[in-house]
């Protein structure tokens, strides 16, 4: 299975709404990616998990709150968005962290709506 | 801070055309990968170079990173629709495991 799988597909919500986006992989990856994605831009680095601890915040506003229950599953908590936090929600996982060898395999993305 | 920049950012070719595709770093890196996003969908692996001056091949793709490892190269040979796509390159951050992401080069076949 070479496959990172996310839900929702999409999600739309309200800036008082708290909802969790979830990010599920089998390939025994033990690093795992948050990232978000603007029309037209690149991926943009939100949190990294590596072996399931948080090892890199990109300065994310504390409305969005990560989690790692597991090595095999990753979930993005919201609460309280701004309508500028549309965008595409994307998850990745690599084998490991590290400078080397390290692909990351993308999940599809949860395409958020914030109204 | 470090940066990834792509050029051309939009690419226009007539089927059957080849064209290249431009990776320059502010600093030099310890590798380079190449991913590719289809319209409505999400960033799909590539290739990654390691070595200074190494060139892969993948069918009609040909990939070269620079024996400096501050550029890389993306030649795509004999276009065809279903290359259509963003091309992202992405190198480590000065020595971490954060990927940063070139802006991408969108390319659209004429058929």
């Known amino acids: 299975d070479t496959e990172v799988t996310q839900t929702p597909k999409h999600l739309v919500m309200g800036m008082t709404n708290k909802k969790s986006l979830k990010c599920e992989q089998h390939?025994?990856?033990?690093?795992m990616y948050w990232y978000k994605q603007k029309a037209k831009k690149p991926p943009e680095l939100m949190f990294v998990?590596?072996?399931?601890?948080?090892?890199i915040n990109e300065s994310v506003p504390s409305r969005f709150s990560p989690e790692c229950p597991n090595s095999s599953l990753l979930n993005l908590h919201l609460h309280a968005l701004q309508p500028e936090d549309s965008a595409l929600y994307l998850c990745a996982s690599s084998q490991f962290v590290g400078l080397y060898y390290n692909e990351q395999f993308f999940g599809p993305g949860t395409r958020l709506t914030v109204l | 801070g470090q940066q990834v920049m792509q050029i051309p950012q939009y690419q226009h070719v007539q089927e059957g055309e080849d064209f290249t595709t431009y990776c320059n770093s502010s600093?030099?890196?310890?590798?380079i990968q190449w991913y590719k996003q289809r319209p409505g969908g999400h960033p799909v692996f590539l290739i990654q170079?390691?070595?200074?001056?190494e060139v892969k091949k993948q069918k009609r793709l040909t990939f070269q990173f620079g024996e400096a490892k501050k550029n890389s190269s993306l030649h795509i040979t004999a276009t065809q629709t279903t290359d259509v796509g963003t091309y992202f390159c992405a190198g480590p951050l000065g020595g971490s495991e954060k990927l940063v992401f070139g802006k991408g080069m969108k390319l659209t076949v004429n058929p």
């Open positions: 600093t030099t890196l310890s590798n």
């Open positions: 390939m025994g990856h033990r690093a």
């Open positions: 170079l390691v070595k200074s001056g």
């Open positions: 998990y590596s072996y399931e601890k948080l090892s």
